[in-house]
T-cell receptor, first 111, second 112 residues
Framework: KAGVTQTPRYLIKTRGQQVTLSCSPI?????VSWYQQTPGQGLQFLFE???????NKGNFPGRFSGRQFSNSRSEMNVSTLELGDSALYLC??????????FGPGTRLTVT | QQQVKQSPQSLIVQKGGISIINCAYE??????FPWYQQFPGKGPALLIA?????SEKKEGRFTISFNKSAKQFSLHIMDSQPGDSATYFC???????????FGQGTTLQVKP
């Protein structure tokens, strides 16, 4: 089975811009979760989607949003980018209630 | 109460030695405890996971020990190898959701 894929792998954006990141889960997995990883804050949960519905949300501002499509692929969007949004954004997929498998991440740099 | 506290922050072990990383939690609703290994430039990879109805789980050189009453769990890496040098994260989750709460990570260096 192919693993979790994320695109793009690297991205450089300017403050104030917006960005969309994409995640394709493992085939058959309907749960997709997003995490932000930074050296200072570690791995922090952003949100989870299951069957196109947001099921959980972390403590991030409304500038961070996401969605899931009927094929379980997910996108996350960050609007009005800030320097502090520079991070590795990871997505993970799972069968409900089972192990989560992470993708390689998208490295976002905001200048 | 949602935190998972991980220690040590960094660890240096000789090849062949035992690496031990500890985690503690407060939320008794947590019912699933995975460990992830992450190499630079890669996403975290699931190593091993345990549920609180067992006190120990072993997979190859990796063992999780779980103490429900103390709300602590640990990862033991036996016969540590230079290829094990990576950052290790413990995590916890409650219910059948995709929300993992991660520890701060431990950077392990195994010296040849």
């Amino acid at each position: 089975k192919a693993g979790v894929t994320q695109t793009p792998r690297y991205l450089i954006k300017t403050r104030g811009q917006q960005v969309t990141l994409s995640c394709s889960p493992i085939s058959g997995h309907r749960s997709v979760s997003w995490y932000q990883q930074t050296p200072g804050q570690g791995l922090q949960f952003l949100f989870e989607y299951f069957s196109e519905t947001q099921r959980n949300k972390g403590n991030f501002p409304g500038r961070f949003s996401g969605r899931q499509f009927s094929n379980s692929r997910s996108e996350m969007n960050v609007s009005t980018l800030e320097l502090g949004d520079s991070a590795l954004y990871l997505c993970a997929s799972s069968l409900q209630g089972h192990e989560q498998y992470f993708g390689p991440g998208t490295r976002l740099t905001v200048t | 109460q949602q935190q998972v506290k991980q220690s040590p922050q960094s660890l240096i072990v000789q090849k062949g030695g035992i690496s031990i990383i500890n985690c503690a939690y407060e939320n008794t609703a947590f019912d699933y405890f995975p460990w992830y290994q992450q190499f630079p430039g890669k996403g975290p990879a699931l190593l091993i996971a345990i549920r609180p109805d067992v006190s120990e789980k072993k997979e190859g050189r990796f063992t999780i020990s779980f103490n429900k009453s103390a709300k602590q769990f640990s990862l033991h890496i036996m016969d540590s190898q230079p290829g094990d040098s990576a950052t290790y994260f413990c995590a916890a989750r409650s219910g059948n959701t995709g929300k993992l709460i991660f520890g701060q990570g431990t950077t392990l260096q195994v010296k040849p």
